[in-house]
């Protein structure tokens, strides 16, 4: 029973997190609930994923992360580091064609 209190209180804090806020009543107003609402669901050792799949998928928050703690917190820098990824990747295959051009012209 323990562990259930411990993974709300975690699941509580990332959202804080994520909302840059420091109060429950904050993060119960962020997932479209009332504070007691919240505090409902940690009474009864119950995580509120309906709310909280919501409130990812509105926000563009990874759900991964907000339930357990991993990845990245938002979609969006999750697909920056892919574009970036990409283009360095682009840059690197432009420099290796130069360079293969450069030696053909030297061993010429």
């Known amino acids: ?15 804080k997190k994520v909302l840059e806020v420091s ?7 962020a997932l479209g609930m009332s504070p007691q609402s919240l505090n409902g ?3 009864r050792r119950k995580i509120p994923f309906v709310q909280i799949l919501e ?3 509105k926000e563009d928050v990874s759900l991964d992360h907000v339930i357990l703690g991993k990845g990245q917190v ?3 820098d999750q697909t920056k580091q892919i574009v970036d990824l990409n ?9 290796n064609q130069m ?5 053909e012209k030297v061993l010429k």
């Open 87 to 95: 283009k360095r990747i682009n840059e690197l295959e432009g420099a």
């Open 23 to 29: 109060r429950d009543d904050e993060v119960a107003n």
């Open 74 to 76: 938002s979609n969006l």
């Open 55 to 57: 409130f990812c998928e």
């Open 99 to 103: 360079a293969k051009e450069l030696i």
């Open 41 to 43: 669901y940690k009474d």
């Open 1 to 15: 029973m323990e562990k259930i209190q411990s993974e709300i209180r975690l699941i509580v804090d990332r959202l």
